[in-house]
C-alpha cells in the first residue's frame, strides 16, 4: 500500500487537510529577541554543555571553501570570566554609561578564534557563526552580545591560544528591555537608553532594497 494512502483517501472524501501544530520558533520571532545584552541576571548561571550547544550550530554551518577554520574557547563563571572582562569593551556608543552596569556583568564567554587570522572567507565564516550562536542562544532562552572591542594580544595571553581571537561572545539571562525603532535611510543609525528602555533603530525595508 502506498505511503499516506489513508490520509490522503480521507482528503479525497471529505476535502479537509491535516493541521500540523507548529513546534518551536519562527525565524522572525527569534530575530526580534536576538538583540545585544550588555546587561545580565547574575542569578542565572551558565553552564559549560550550555556553550557547547551553542557551539555546536558550527558543525552544520556553511564555511567558505569549506575550510572551517574557526576555533573556540570556552569560558564559564570564575576566574577565567575575570580575565575576559578585564580584556573587552561594552557599549562604546554609549560612554556616558560606563556599561555594563554593576552586578549585570556576563559570567559566560565563548572565545572565538581564526586558524586563518581575519582574511576575507575567515570573516564570512565569523559573521555566519555569530549570527547562528546568538540565535541558537536565544532558542535556549538565553541572550548574547557580539564583542568586536577587545585587547587581542593580551586575551590571547591569558588564554594561552594558539590561534588568533577574533570576537568574544557573551553570553547570559539578559536583564534589560529593548525596542527597535523603524528609521529612514538618512535618520541618525546610533542605539540610545530612555527610561530603562534600549532603543535599536532599523532602517525600513523599503530604504533598504535598490531599485
Given at each position: 500500500?502506498?505511503?499516506?494512502?489513508?490520509?490522503?483517501?480521507?482528503?479525497?472524501?471529505?476535502?479537509?487537510?491535516?493541521?500540523?501544530?507548529?513546534?518551536?520558533?519562527?525565524?522572525?520571532?527569534l530575530l526580534?529577541?536576538?538583540r545585544s545584552?550588555?546587561?545580565?541576571?547574575?542569578?542565572?548561571?551558565?553552564?559549560?554543555?550550555?556553550?557547547?550547544?551553542?557551539?555546536?550550530?558550527?558543525?552544520?554551518?556553511?564555511?567558505?571553501?569549506?575550510?572551517?577554520?574557526?576555533?573556540?574557547?570556552?569560558?564559564?563563571?570564575?576566574?577565567?570570566?575575570?580575565?575576559?572582562?578585564?580584556?573587552?569593551?561594552?557599549?562604546?556608543?554609549?560612554?556616558?554609561?560606563?556599561?555594563?552596569?554593576?552586578?549585570?556583568?556576563?559570567?559566560?564567554?565563548?572565545?572565538?578564534?581564526?586558524?586563518?587570522?581575519?582574511?576575507?572567507?575567515?570573516?564570512?565564516?565569523?559573521?555566519?557563526?555569530?549570527?547562528?550562536?546568538?540565535?541558537?542562544?536565544?532558542?535556549?532562552?538565553?541572550?548574547?552580545?557580539?564583542?568586536?572591542?577587545?585587547?587581542?594580544?593580551?586575551?590571547?595571553?591569558?588564554?594561552?591560544?594558539?590561534?588568533?581571537?577574533?570576537?568574544?561572545?557573551?553570553?547570559?539571562?539578559?536583564?534589560?528591555?529593548?525596542?527597535?525603532?523603524?528609521?529612514?535611510?538618512?535618520?541618525?543609525?546610533?542605539?540610545?537608553?530612555?527610561?530603562?528602555?534600549?532603543?535599536?533603530?532599523?532602517?525600513?525595508?523599503?530604504?533598504?532594497?535598490?531599485?
Amino acid at each position: 500500500m502506498a505511503d499516506n494512502y489513508l490520509e490522503k483517501r480521507y482528503d479525497e472524501v471529505f476535502g479537509t487537510k491535516k493541521v500540523t501544530k507548529r513546534v518551536g520558533h519562527t525565524l522572525d520571532e527569534l530575530l526580534m529577541k536576538n538583540r545585544s545584552t550588555r546587561g545580565y541576571n547574575k542569578a542565572y548561571v551558565v553552564k559549560r554543555q550550555e556553550l557547547e550547544q551553542i557551539v555546536s550550530v558550527n558543525t552544520k554551518l556553511g564555511s567558505g571553501c569549506n575550510r572551517q577554520v574557526l576555533r573556540f574557547r570556552l569560558v564559564t563563571q570564575g576566574d577565567e570570566s575575570q580575565k575576559v572582562l578585564e580584556n573587552i569593551k561594552m557599549g562604546a556608543a554609549l560612554p556616558e554609561l560606563h556599561l555594563p552596569f554593576p552586578g549585570t556583568e556576563p559570567e559566560a564567554f565563548i572565545i572565538v578564534c581564526s586558524l586563518n587570522g581575519d582574511d576575507k572567507l575567515a570573516l564570512i565564516d565569523l559573521g555566519m557563526s555569530l549570527e547562528a550562536m546568538s540565535l541558537r542562544a536565544v532558542e535556549m532562552g538565553l541572550n548574547t552580545l557580539i564583542v568586536g572591542a577587545f585587547n587581542k594580544t593580551k586575551l590571547k595571553e591569558a588564554f594561552n591560544l594558539p590561534c588568533d581571537p577574533v570576537a568574544v561572545l557573551c553570553v547570559g539571562k539578559g536583564a534589560e528591555r529593548f525596542e527597535l525603532v523603524p528609521i529612514n535611510e538618512s535618520a541618525p543609525h546610533a542605539y540610545y537608553r530612555r527610561d530603562g528602555i534600549h532603543y535599536i533603530p532599523k532602517v525600513k525595508l523599503e530604504d533598504l532594497i535598490l531599485n
